[in-house]
């Protein structure tokens, strides 16, 4: 009998137990509408990420990109698109391509690039102030890649190590640029752990060809100087042969500074307004706080007018 008296209390205990579970049931209700919105801006996200999921290496992403993208979508680019029409000049110089591009999506467009850095994140494409807060860190310092040379020397002086940069020269500093991008490159294409996923793609002296434009569109050599495809195939005989040619390139446009900027330049608004108006518009709002945190909302200014008809 103690025992049944005993059992009454949870009894009743587990009534108001289950009475105060209703409204727990109902404030489920609007979660649910809530992760509606939630579901549908994940959509694009998974839709393009399908493409990289059998992919194991991150880095490798950019080669499967074009799976998700039709070419023939002319909302990527322009038709005239002028980056896109270097695909046929490609082509007739390395005719191995062709076999091999829609596995690779090289070919792959400005516009088309763009565009599907909007849908994932990745911390090169990641606004400064999404990965640095400055609501959080406590920065003494902002500098950008454009004066990193010039304010190097005031920073390192507080720190008392000026010495540093005695005999450093911006021009030094190029050449050593160059000569890490080239055997990043070719290391990461021929000597990594998976460079079978990228030989099939691109042989050495596409690579090369590449890496020549790269470094002409940076204002780094001479613009007006092509790069003479060798006949031999080989890595290491390319590669040499790559790094005499774009002294000789670099050399010659260290005599003609204006006209290796002024190349830069060109290429950099041809790059912009490849992605037309609406994408280049969804590009500056996704980075609106950075340009006003870092000061580019001049250079912002300037591109946009790119799109503005010449009255």
Known sequence: KRDDSFRKPDDSFRKRDDSFRKPDDSLRKP???VRKPDD???????????????????HDSFLKFQDSVDESDDSFGKPDDS??????SYLRKFPESSSREQACGKFLSFSQFVWGSMFRREPHWDPIHMVCDPCKLHVTHVTTMETFNQDARPLLRRLGLEEVLDDVSNDDQVDKEMTMIVDYNFQRVYHERESHLLQPCIGPRELAFRLWHNFRWRGYIDPDMDYQIPEYSGELRVREDLMIQLWRARTSGLQNRDKMARA???????????????????????????FKLFGYEDKREELRALFKPES
């Open 40 to 58: 549908s801006f994940r959509k694009p996200d998974n839709s393009f990420r399908k493409p990289d999921d059998s992919y194991r290496s991150p």
């Open 31 to 33: 979660d649910d509408s």
């Open 264 to 290: 830069k330049k060109h290429f950099r608004n041809a790059a912009f307004l490849s992605l037309g108006k609406e994408l280049f518009e969804d590009v500056t709002g996704k980075y609106d706080l950075d």
């Open 83 to 88: 980056l896109r029409r270097r695909r046929d």
